[in-house]
Nanobody
Framework: QVQLAESGGGLVQTGGSLRLSCAAS????????MAWFRQAPGKEREFVSSISWNAGSTYYADSVKGRFTISRDNANTVYLQMNSLKPEDTGVYYC??????????????????WGQGTQVTVSS
């Protein structure tokens, strides 16, 4: 089992920045990819970004390329630096971990564990 705990969400104005963190605990000795998804009210959960088990590969949704940066450290924590935020970035951001696909990607069903989510609100 893996437990994921997100933090760093909040309210920010358009053009501002936030840094999300997700700390993993439990089965962290195994290789796993990590990702961020988000869900806006009334919409389906969508892929934002992922990073491979060794941080060698990263993927981004087209809507966040050039504005968001995903990274991970050796202490089982993944980060999402979000710059130039827009109102359409508003939503609950979820951290996810995949042991089946250690290279990451946008396929939601490949992720085995999910965090509880952290709210990000961007005001116009």
């Amino acid at each position: 089992q893996v437990q994921l705990a997100e933090s760093g969400g909040g309210l920010v104005q358009t053009g501002g920045s936030l840094r999300l963190s997700c700390a993993a605990s439990g089965r962290t000795f195994s290789r796993y990819a990590m990702a961020w998804f988000r869900q806006a009210p009334g919409k389906e959960r969508e892929f934002v970004s992922s990073i491979s088990w060794n941080a060698g590969s990263t993927y981004y949704a087209d809507s966040v390329k050039g504005r968001f940066t995903i990274s991970r450290d050796n202490a089982n924590t993944v980060y999402l630096q979000m710059n130039s935020l827009k109102p359409e970035d508003t939503g609950v951001y979820y951290c996810a971990a995949s042991f089946r696909n250690i290279f990451g990607g946008s396929y939601r069903q490949s992720y085995d564990y999910w965090g509880q989510g952290t709210q990000v609100t961007v005001s116009s």
